[in-house]
């Protein structure tokens, strides 16, 4: 069955500093001659989601972003990762569903279209998730039911952990047969391991 048409974002969140990884991670390269975060960007583009990509003072500038991509700049990414939610958010109008996704997150669009199709059957599901061998992965898909959720994120309640586990309960997990669900590209060892299986 088609895709139903949704008005579906995603947040691309890349203001970090990358201190673990010791390089920029939006420009590291990736799969198709792309980086990690125009990958990320095609991708998303590919599954008929609309990306924003959250970047930082230190990167605003970033060249890695395809033309037309809508930008949000996080003026204090030091903050924590809900500094550039909330950042990102104020970029989103109204949606039926929002991904969130941190730049080393990459992910292939098929992943983000199997998601999807699972929103087309269940609207009414606050959090989607990708489960492989027992464990969550990422993009969360959030429904329109979660924005004020998301809004009132701080990091003294520990940001999107506090929401996961508000509605754990009510997660729907999508299974996959592949690790690249469970990928947290965060350091040069992760990052390498990655790039092995795209050889």
């Known amino acids: 069955m088609p895709l139903q048409t949704f008005n579906c974002f995603a947040l691309i969140l890349a203001a970090g500093a990358s201190s673990r990884m010791g390089t920029c991670k939006a420009s590291l390269p990736w799969r198709n001659g792309k980086s990690?975060?125009?990958?990320?960007v095609?991708?998303?583009?590919?599954?008929?989601?609309?990306?924003?990509?959250?970047?930082?003072l230190h990167n605003f500038k970033q060249s890695q972003v395809p033309a037309g991509t809508i930008?949000?700049?996080?003026h204090d990414p030091s903050a924590g990762k809900v500094s550039s939610i909330l950042?990102?958010?104020k970029h989103v109008p109204?949606?039926?569903?929002?991904?969130?996704?941190?730049?080393?997150?990459?992910?292939?669009?098929?992943?983000y279209q199997k998601l999807l199709q699972t929103h087309q059957f269940s609207a009414k599901v606050p959090i989607i998730a990708p489960?492989?061998?027992?464990?969550?992965?990422?993009?969360?898909?959030f429904s329109s039911s979660v924005r004020s959720h998301l809004e009132n994120l701080s990091?003294?309640?520990f940001g999107l952990r506090h929401i996961i586990q508000t509605f754990y309960p009510q997660i729907q997990r999508v299974e996959f047969d592949t690790s690249e669900v469970l990928w947290?590209?965060?350091?040069?060892?992760?990052?390498?391991?990655?790039?092995?299986t795209q050889a």
Do not use: M
């Open 94 to 111: 109204k949606f039926d569903c929002l991904l969130i996704s941190a730049v080393d997150q990459p992910r292939s669009n098929w992943i």
């Open 71 to 74: 930008v949000a700049i996080n």
């Open 184 to 196: 947290d590209l965060n350091t040069p060892e992760a990052y390498q391991a990655a790039l092995q």
């Open 87 to 89: 950042t990102g958010l």
């Open 155 to 157: 990091e003294a309640d």
């Open 42 to 56: 095609e991708q998303l583009s590919l599954a008929k989601i609309i990306p924003i990509v959250v970047l930082g």
């Open 131 to 141: 489960h492989y061998r027992g464990k969550l992965g990422h993009p969360l898909l």
């Open 36 to 40: 990690l975060l125009s990958y990320q």
